[in-house]
């Protein structure tokens, strides 16, 4: 027994449960967030003259 009598205070049960349950929350905000603000992860067009088509060619062979 300790000063204040009563058992010694262990773990709470639920432990693993809130632990599931924070890092089901973070995975879900992060997806809704992302859903929100999506990236524009499109590739801009690359744009060549006739000049460098004409040096490119001329280079390979």
Do not use: R
């Amino acid at each position: 027994m300790n000063k204040f009598g009563g058992k010694k205070p262990t773990g709470t049960p639920s432990l693993a449960m809130s632990t599931v349950v924070v890092v089901a929350s973070l995975l879900a905000g992060a997806s809704v967030v992302h859903n929100i603000y999506k990236p524009d992860l499109s590739l801009p067009q690359i744009e060549s003259d006739e000049g460098d088509k004409k040096e490119e060619s001329g280079n390979k062979g």
